[in-house]
């Protein structure tokens, strides 16, 4: 039998490459993407693993990349950017760059191999998504909006796409042990009013990271949608993803967000009071 082909955007490094792994260990035809597929370091490289180049959100290199793929049965979208700000200081051109990569590239991609899913009667399309859509925090409001964003397209659109055997689904990590700290972009202004407290969500953000889960765990969960017979709508892994789940369920919006603020160190009350006293800016 041919073996499905499974296109893995993002797959130099981190969740796209333990996925783009786990699905050549079992079987698939594995196409892994990269901007530069020729900066990839050779112990980075999987063998059985395809590299082409692509930069998600660049209509010409996505139809290009597809050309060169052929037919899809199985899209990973994970190529994404990490991004963070006071929203007050995050420029307009940094959101559109974020929402291309994360939000209206993924989906474009998404848009172009639907087709031919439907007409084979099978596809699956996975988006990786990011828990902190179902938990925002202070200072990522850019990339929680994206992150949601891409769920809504998801969610919503799933229902049309399941007559045909073709499933669309949301994985959302926690914090996972990638190194995404050190690629997140961070605006932040010289004289920020908002530095104090920017410094320590990211300081938490970095420190929640690096003791996160392996990306081959979440690997194995995109599997897992993948192979299910019929896929949920929504898996997330990492960051006790049950246990916070569960307990979202019992808190209001409030609650979740003083929740996840919490999480990370943010405590606005801990900031008024602080900033009492202090010159207005
Ligand atoms: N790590 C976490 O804690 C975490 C948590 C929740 C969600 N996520 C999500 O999981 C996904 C993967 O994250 P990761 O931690 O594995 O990060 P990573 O190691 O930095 O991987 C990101 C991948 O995306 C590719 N990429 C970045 N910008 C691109 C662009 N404009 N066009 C095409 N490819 C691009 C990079 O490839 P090249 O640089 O080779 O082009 C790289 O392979 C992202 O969508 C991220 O938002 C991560």
Do not use: W
């Amino acid at each position: 039998m041919t073996p499905r082909t499974a296109l893995v955007t993002g797959a130099s490094s981190g969740i796209g490459r333990s996925t783009a792994q786990l699905l050549a260990d079992r079987g698939y035809r594995v196409v892994g993407t990269s901007r530069d597929p020729g900066k990839i370091a050779a112990g980075d490289r999987i063998p059985n693993v395809e590299y082409l180049p692509l930069e998600v959100g660049d209509p010409d290199s996505m139809r290009a990349c597809l050309v060169a793929v052929g037919k899809v049965d199985v899209l990973v979208n994970n190529a994404g950017e990490s991004q963070c700000g006071p929203i007050e200081e995050i420029p307009a051109a940094a959101i559109e760059r974020l929402f291309t990569v994360n939000v209206l590239g993924p989906v474009q991609l998404m848009q172009l191999v639907l087709p031919e899913m439907r007409a084979n009667r099978f596809g699956r399309v996975v988006m990786v998504g990011s828990m902190l859509a179902s938990f925002p925090v202070a200072f990522r409001s850019s990339y929680v909006a994206s992150k949601a964003a891409l769920r809504g397209f998801t969610s919503a659109a799933r229902a049309e796409l399941q007559p045909y055997g073709v499933s669309l689904t949301t994985v959302e990590p926690g914090s996972i042990n990638t190194g995404l700290s050190q690629r997140r972009t961070k605006y932040l202004a010289q004289s920020s009013p908002y530095r104090s407290a920017f410094d320590t969500v990211l300081s938490a953000l970095d420190r929640r990271e690096s003791r996160g889960i392996p990306p081959e765990k979440v690997a194995a969960t995109i599997v897992r949608a993948v192979e299910s017979d019929r896929p949920r709508s929504l898996y997330a892994v990492g960051s006790r993803a049950p246990l916070a789940f569960a307990v979202r369920r019992v808190l209001t919006d409030g609650g979740v967000s003083r929740l996840a603020n919490a999480q990370h160190d943010y405590h606005p009350r801990r900031v008024l009071r602080a900033s009492r006293g202090a010159a207005p800016s």
